[in-house]
């Protein structure tokens, strides 16, 4: 009923999350190597989407410079990628670091005095300031990009080595990050920390006088989701193995955008959806050429008129609708009738 | 004894319009004191001022003593300073109980709320427990599942009073807590403040338009005209004044 509740049980996040993490599973099993690969950008646009997600539906901070903590996060893994014998767990991380740190950085900047409309734009601005900063970077590449990123292999403390340079076991490398990554977000959506965004959501005027330090949870929760951000951008480094700075420009800020829109933000579910259903029309069209856009911007439109919740939205809204045909039919009892309109008074 | 609250010389002003000129007030502790003035006399700044909800250009707040001038809300909250708003303000998309449980986590020094708790899925039972406890005192148990969106409005009002009661605060700051409500709702409402006043030993600065609400809870009056206070006294000595009389009370009470 309610996306943050405490009291009801979320049963249905179980079997969704095992449905997903299946789903992912079988990929490399029925598709070819070009699937396999888009699956492991749909991962990587996954956690880039949920990341954006904790700020944008759950704290309701509206932030158009994402791209930049993804950018902060692939550069700084690309990087860490480059030496002769790379550490896979070390890029990981400092592309995770690289994401909160920018993100912490600007939000400083930006949070300080502005909120709503002026937030949103110091961080598309700020954003486009490092897309500017990368391009013209000779040790990042320039325009041309950041090239000769090396799949490493890494060693299981002796017992197996996973060899990344295969494009399967890579996939599946990003399969278990992102499901970590999903769980971690999934416990902080719900937790504590979880209602007190959700709170500073809906009225950061009362949130504040229940002595929440509202600038300060924003600015934790804001690096945290640059951290999430730089994490996919870390995962997209050895997927991609070149680092153009596309990936720091503000139509790449747009992505996790149309994403959440899409899939429904009010749901810690929508942005998966959204990233499934996008890629998904994208892959499908792909041979058509000019039809791809008109396919994806007519679904968008029809999305956004059709479900206001996006697709999660639309799913749970129409879950109710048969519940409560349920509930009627068991109040045509006369004797159930008059017990509900006494629970209703 | 040192009072709960005690402002001194408070001036602020919007731009040319100068709202509050030298005000000052003492609450004593375990008392109840009432600010009432015209429409436009600048209770509701005074209010924000005393709340940290915008800040004085001159003058302090003391809490406890304390001086508390320069703390935004939010601290002064975690000093033991409550409040609710004149009109209500709860988390409408969440349930009752969960408002009153956010309030309970959010509370300084609560030892539920530990760092291991911060991704507690679940909010563990004791604080759905306490939570319940507080709904009961407001006669809101039976609204705990519903959405706080739904309540209508004397409850959404109870609710909010519950969530600043969840905190623990020493003092409460009132704004208005009988706006809006029906004639029967504010019978309810006086009782309930009476009771919380009395069994709580809490403080309460309150501002309020109705005056049989005022003489039935104030154990202190202080009048505003212009922003400045033109009287302060007992609730008998306020009734007898022939000026606050000719301001504020006006024909129909004369």
């Given at each position: 009923m309610n996306p943050n509740s405490i009291s009801t049980t979320r049963r249905a996040d179980i079997p969704i999350f095992a449905a997903l993490l299946l789903l992912f599973l079988s990929v490399p099993v029925w598709a070819d190597p070009g699937l396999v690969f888009l699956a492991g950008v749909?991962?990587?646009?996954?956690?880039?989407?949920?990341?954006?997600?904790?700020?944008?539906?759950?704290?309701?901070?509206?932030?158009?410079?994402?791209?930049?903590?993804?950018?902060?996060?692939?550069?700084?893994?690309?990087?860490?990628?480059?030496?002769?014998?790379?550490?896979?767990?070390?890029?990981?991380?400092?592309?995770?670091?690289?994401?909160?740190?920018?993100?912490?950085?600007?939000?400083?900047?930006?949070?300080?005095?502005?909120?709503?409309?002026?937030?949103?734009?110091?961080?598309?601005?700020?954003?486009?300031?490092?897309?500017?900063?990368?391009?013209?970077?000779?040790?990042?590449?320039?325009?041309?990009?950041?090239?000769?990123?090396?799949?490493?292999r890494i060693d299981l403390f002796g017992l197996v080595t996973l060899d990344l340079t295969q494009g399967t076991t890579l996939f599946y490398l990003l399969l278990v990050l992102a499901a970590l990554f999903g769980l971690g977000a999934w416990l902080m959506w719900h937790g504590s920390f979880g209602r007190v965004l959700a709170a500073i959501r809906q009225d950061p005027d009362r949130a504040a006088f229940l002595g929440i330090n509202v600038h300060r949870v924003r600015l934790v929760a804001?690096?945290?989701?640059g951290m999430g951000a730089g994490l996919a951008g870390a995962m997209y480094a050895p997927l991609a193995q070149l680092l153009t700075p596309e990936v720091a420009h503000w139509s790449y800020s747009a992505l996790p955008i149309l994403f959440c829109l899409l899939g429904g933000t009010a749901s810690y579910w929508g942005p998966v959806a959204g990233v499934l259903v996008f890629l998904g029309l994208e892959h499908a069209t792909r041979n058509i050429v000019g039809l791809s856009e008109i396919?994806?911007?007519?679904?968008?439109?029809?999305?956004?008129?059709?479900?206001?919740?996006?697709?999660?939205?639309?799913?749970?809204?129409?879950?109710?609708?048969?519940?409560?045909?349920?509930?009627?039919?068991?109040?045509?009892?006369?004797?159930?009738?008059?017990?509900?309109?006494?629970?209703?008074? | 004894m040192t009072p709960s609250l005690q402002a001194s010389g408070i001036y602020k002003s919007y731009g040319p319009v100068s709202v509050l000129k030298d005000v000052s007030l003492n609450v004593a502790p375990g008392t109840t004191h009432a600010v009432i003035g015209p429409n436009g006399a600048g209770k509701t700044t005074l209010f924000k001022v005393l709340s940290g909800?915008?800040?004085?250009?001159?003058?302090?707040?003391?809490?406890e003593g304390r001086d508390a001038s320069a703390r935004p809300g939010f601290r002064r909250v975690?000093?033991?300073?409550?409040?609710?708003?004149?009109?209500?303000?709860?988390?409408?998309?969440?349930?009752?109980?969960?408002?009153?449980?956010?309030?309970?986590?959010?509370?300084?020094?609560?030892?539920?709320?530990?760092?291991?708790?911060?991704?507690?899925?679940?909010?563990?039972?004791?604080?759905?427990?306490?939570?319940?406890?507080?709904?009961?005192?407001?006669?809101?148990?039976?609204?705990?599942?519903?959405?706080?969106?739904?309540?209508?409005?004397?409850?959404?009002k109870r609710l909010e009073l519950a969530m600043t009661l969840a905190l623990r605060p020493r003092m409460l700051l009132l704004d208005e807590p009988m706006a809006g409500m029906s004639p029967g709702d504010r019978v309810e409402a006086v009782e309930?403040?009476?009771?919380?006043?009395?069994e709580m030993a809490?403080?309460?600065?309150?501002?309020?338009?109705?005056?049989s609400v005022v003489f039935a809870l104030a154990d202190h009056v202080t009048v505003l005209n212009y922003g400045e206070v033109i009287a302060s006294g007992a609730p008998e000595e306020i009734k007898a004044s022939p000026l606050v009389r000719e301001v504020y009370l006006g024909h129909d009470h004369a």
């Open positions: 749909a991962l990587v646009q996954i956690v880039f989407a949920l990341s954006f997600n904790t700020i944008f539906g759950l704290a309701g901070m509206v932030s158009f410079g994402h791209a930049a903590y993804f950018a902060s996060g692939a550069y700084a893994a690309g990087l860490m990628l480059k030496g002769s014998d790379p550490s896979l767990l070390q890029a990981l991380a400092a592309g995770g670091l690289a994401g909160g740190a920018m993100a912490c950085a600007i939000g400083t900047v930006a949070l300080r005095r502005a909120s709503g409309n002026y937030f949103a734009i110091l961080t598309l601005a700020l954003a486009e300031l490092l897309h500017i900063v990368i391009s013209k970077s000779t040790m990042l590449g320039r325009e041309d990009g950041l090239t000769g990123i090396v799949r490493p804001f690096s945290l989701s396919v994806i911007g007519a679904t968008l439109l029809f999305v956004v008129l059709a479900f206001p919740g996006g697709l999660a939205g639309g799913i749970s809204r129409m879950a109710r609708r048969r519940k409560s045909v349920v509930r009627q039919v068991a109040t045509r009892n006369p004797a159930a009738m008059a017990a509900s309109k006494e629970v209703d008074a | 909800e915008v800040f004085a250009d001159r003058g302090s707040v003391l809490i975690r000093d033991g300073v409550g409040r609710t708003f004149q009109v209500a303000r709860v988390f409408g998309e969440v349930s009752v109980l969960d408002n009153v449980v956010l309030a309970l986590e959010a509370r300084a020094g609560n030892p539920q709320s530990s760092a291991w708790q911060w991704l507690g899925v679940r909010a563990p039972a004791a604080l759905v427990g306490e939570a319940r406890d507080v709904l009961a005192t407001v006669n809101l148990e039976r609204r705990a599942d519903d959405l706080a969106g739904v309540l209508a409005y004397g409850e959404r309930l403040l009476n009771r919380i006043s009395q809490m403080s309460i600065l309150l501002t309020e338009h109705d005056m």
